[in-house]
């Protein structure tokens, strides 16, 4: 009876440590430049490659940038949240442990990273994966 137990926590152990998945957090790791804008007044704007304005994410680390000079910088994390628009759960960005102000979700669809504000007016925005 001990050697079954023995040998079913070696297979759970095994199979728990060989399914584990990479978080959105990791998945993000690189430097992201903008491609697009758009909603609340400003409709759609377009972003063409090297236009310099970009997001850096390393570990829980963060810095915004514009053509290099760092603009915002302090560490994230990124918590369930349910969005008042739509109702969805979905990854909340926590700047600086700062829960104030609109709150701000990111999603990543392959080569992209989005970010949209919780607000009817507001818009959001769409990098890509440059490094």
């Not at 709150?103 to 994966?129: C, H, I, T, W």
């Amino acid at each position: 009876m001990l050697k079954r137990l023995s040998l079913f926590l070696l297979i759970s152990m095994i199979t728990i440590t060989a399914c584990k998945k990479e978080t959105l957090s990791g998945k993000m790791n690189g430097t992201w430049e903008l491609r697009a804008e758009y909603g609340g007044w400003i409709g759609t704007i377009q972003y063409p490659a090297g236009n310099g304005q970009t997001w850096v994410f390393n570990g829980s680390d963060y810095q915004r940038k514009d053509n290099g000079l760092v603009l915002e910088s302090g560490y994230f994390i990124l918590v369930k949240d349910t969005m008042r628009l739509t109702g969805r759960i979905s990854d909340r960005l926590i700047l600086n442990d700062s829960y104030n102000g609109l709150p701000m979700f990111v999603s990543l669809n392959n080569d992209r990273l989005s970010f949209s504000l919780d607000a009817v007016d507001a818009g959001g925005s769409e990098y890509q994966k440059i490094q």
